[in-house]
């Protein structure tokens, strides 16, 4: 599909960050005027709100709220961090009950105060002991991987296979994986991780963004789509290939893009949605 | 090993380009005086130089010389750039012989307008094309995998199973690989490659410094060994066991490190290796 007149937006989401410059009410406002459908809320978004009512107000605006972003970050070398980290992925899941979002995604966490393979322990251990309370509330956990430049701090589950792995021995229909293209457009094995996740039942959220050349920041310089050099359009078609049906995810963080006029910045993410995914 | 004074330093050697703020004849001079035995030389150190006299002045100096960084770059959608390419690695393997270094090393490239699958295939090659140059001159070519964030532009080999597979796949005693902890530390499949690199007999080069907590910079904030949280002794444990028996390369780019007084710099560089690899 090449024109941007063709493609329909039904599956377009976009993340409360993308337009980071926007409040939430403003984001839904413009959001379901330009016809998007999607929502996944950034829990800095809900600040200082009484989130089952700024639950309702996304769904009078026609949206489906996809995901609440982000639990995790479970690691510690300190047991009292860890139960900290327990505790607040409790009250997240309780912020996506409330809110209405059937799904929290996980960053995972690291401390590179101790070995990968520890952290990656620990984070089996934080998510097996908060399954209980998400099925209660409902709420479906998603393993996010992260690129390996986040291995340090962010998240000692850097690739499919990993996320894959635990989510198979943590072995509950409420957990599962979050695919973001950013984090893992590189991996050889991208395609045959996410057959293998499609069909354990385990994809759960697909996230997009582009990988700009070069990229001036680790953190804040994603691209929007056609940016950059990922094959979002390939990588998505291995996900649906793979059984996805839901949203596509638009979560780009860009000191550049939030320095733009949001609602032309709304118009660009829409045709490049269009034109690149 | 915790004292500065127990261990040896006769496995040390140091990039030029760590030391960059000195030209190759003062590096030399500081290293030797400092008792570091091993040089790796990156090309620019050698412009406007005669080549089989600045190797000579090594010798001098009683450095072995361990490697040229670097040849590569073979990936191109344009088939003029790739030849190009393919004659800038026949001169990088004449440089070597004159200089008298054994060992070149390859950072593979990427060209971000074509799939990193496209790219694995013309570095494949490339390299290929290349084996009987090297061979003739007695230089050996270490595929050197480099991290996933720099996939876009500098490396479509991005872990040591990438370099494993094409080193076997070339099967060629003049191909080999080159073990960066920068680049690889984060792989859950680490241990296992670096085994299977050795029993290959493709373990040819192994290059430490540190990944700093956090980087502010994707290329040149690298740390000293101690400086940040790659467990370098352990990778070093991995690589001694898989058979390889020759230098530690500290190769640190770092803006930093850079503005430091470089004597200064030097012993720090001594103090960190018996410390922390």
Known sequence: MNSTDEKDISKLCIHTITTKPWKIEEAAQHFSAAGVKGISVWRDALEGRNVKQTGKV????????????????????????????????????DEAAELGAPLLVLVCGADPSQSLRDSGKQIQDGIGEIIPYASSAGIRLAIEPLHPMYADTRSAINTM??????AEELNSPWVGVAV??????????????????????????????????????MLLDRGLMGEGCIPVRQIR?????????????VEIFSTTHWKENQSEYLRK?????KDHS
């Not at 690691?75 to 900290?84: A, E, G, I, Q, V």
């Not at 078609?237 to 995810?249: L, M």
């Not at 993410?269 to 949605?273: C, G, L, P, Q």
Request: hydrophobic share 40%.
């Open 237 to 249: 078609s291995w996900v649906e290939t793979a059984g996805f049906t839901g949203f596509h995810e």
């Open 161 to 166: 296979k990993q996320a894959n792995d635990m």
């Open 180 to 217: 973001d293209v950013y984090h893992v457009w590189w991996d050889p094995f991208l395609e045959k991780e996410i057959k293998r996740c499609g069909e354990n039942g385990h994809l759960m959220a697909f996230h997009i963004c582009d990988w700009k050349v070069p990229t001036a920041d």
């Open 269 to 273: 993410i829409i045709k490049a949605y």
């Open 58 to 93: 996304l769904l009078e605006h026609d949206l489906s709220i996809v995901s609440l972003c982000r639990g995790g970050f479970f690691p510690s070398k300190d047991l009292n961090k860890r139960k900290s980290a327990i505790d607040d992925n409790r009250r997240a899941i």
